[in-house]
């Protein structure tokens, strides 16, 4: 699939065919951040994880190398970053599927 060119320093949203762009200032890389009309898209349940995840987030701020190695906070806050990164892949193909009308 091809993707139209757009001015330096923008990003895509992820959803193929979608026109929106975001500053890749705000820390977003191209295909990695979901437009708002599409994160709204997200079911019930995936709604209920992040908010969970978020709060766990929150009772463990910081960054995980911010930590001594080894640490109880060092392990939650690694453990908290894997939970995000997949709850993101699975958040994004959630998304587009649902935006393509692929799921039933």
Known sequence: MERRVV???RAHC?????RITAPTADGFVDQDFL?????????PALRT???EHSRR???????FW???PGSAGRIARI???REHQTLWQRTRATCIEIAM???A
Do not use: M, S, Y
């Not at 992820?14 to 979608?18: I, K, M, S």
């Not at 437009?35 to 079911?43: K, M, N, S, T, V």
């Not at 987030?57 to 960054?63: E, F, I, K, V």
């Open 7 to 9: 001015k330096p320093g």
């Open 14 to 18: 992820a959803v193929p065919f979608c």
């Open 35 to 43: 437009c708002r009309r599409h994160w709204a898209l997200r079911p």
């Open 49 to 51: 994880e992040w908010l």
């Open 57 to 63: 987030q929150r009772r463990n701020p910081g960054a």
């Open 66 to 68: 911010d930590h001594p």
């Open 79 to 81: 453990t908290i970053h």
């Open 101 to 103: 009308e692929v799921t």
